[in-house]
């Protein structure tokens, strides 16, 4: 076995996770991710932990949204309730043959579902704000996500693994430092109250009023790399170009343009895909807001490889989220949907706070 996935699997268990002994662990990812899946395993049941594996099979998705009725598409199974409701952690396990299975599926059914699945959601996002079930989320190189970074599978394996074992030979130190690297950022935010974003095409300012920004430091994704926030839900005026594509489900909008009023989406194009676009705004009450705004920081994902994991912690970039904010911030946003849109801030692009620049060209100004 590739040593790098057994030092994933313990930096997972160990330090995003944190597994104690009597913890009840939901585990999830396709097949193909089924060498990690292996070692978190192992690693779960030498941390004291009780697993419990379900595998995704390639397709099924595809199969519910082709044949199943509306009252199927919104039935919940008992067991998958009990998992959110009552377990300690979760670990899900990317790792896709085909990213692009749902890429024919109707809109219209995709938010029919997410709509069916809000108060799942919403008990997910709430037992996370207040520490009852902690969660992490990681991807398995496969071949599928390799072509869409346009890179070999070997050299896909070099960008995974470099970006979440950034020191091979001490993992949890590495993530230790790095977070109190980024409690300094919070630490500056904290009070703040306006923030604006100048960029290409691009003029928006927001409230975060009141808001706590979270230091993403690799307990809820691996790798992280980003300091997030809630903005204050009608705060928000002006107008965003998204300089890359924004990938939900399976389905890439490019080009996607939004103008705000009063923290609403009152206009939005896409250069590909609109029809997407317009249909996920129009899900429920809360996808027209934004979510969540933040700063990404890890300087060792540099490209845009069409995978959020990675994308939306590209050093350089900020990037926002329609729909579902975190309830740990502030945000009182909610939604069943929560899309993350990115932006490339290294070639022009400014965030200025309470009337001080904090970020030019891709880099703090302010030394921290």
Known sequence: ????????????VNYSVAIQPGDKVFIQG??????????????VLEAGGHPLVVPILPGLDELMYKYGSDEQLGFIPEPMQTIVETYDAQIRILGTENTKSLSGVDPARMALQARAHAPLFKTFMERSAKGELRWVGTLFPTNAHAQDAEMSLGEYEDFVYGACLPDLDDPIGY??????WQQKIIAWLDGKEHVRIVGPETEVELSIAGRKFINSDGHHNMPSGEVFTGPV????????????PAIHRGREVSGIRLWFEQGRVVKATAEKN????LEMLDT???SRYLGEFAIGTNTNISRFTRQILFDEKIGGSFHMAIGAGYPETGSRNVSSIHWDMICDMRHGGEIWVDGELLYRDGDFVIEF
């Open 1 to 12: 076995m590739d040593i790098r996935i057994e030092k994933l699997a313990d930096l997972l």
């Open 30 to 43: 396709e097949p193909t991710a089924a060498p990690l899946i292996r070692a978190v395993y192992r690693k």
């Open 233 to 244: 839900e009608d705060s928000v005026e002006g107008h965003v170009y998204f300089s890359y």
């Open 274 to 277: 609109e029809e997407f676009l």
């Open 284 to 286: 429920d009450a809360g």
């Open 175 to 180: 993530w230790q430092r790095f977070s109190a």
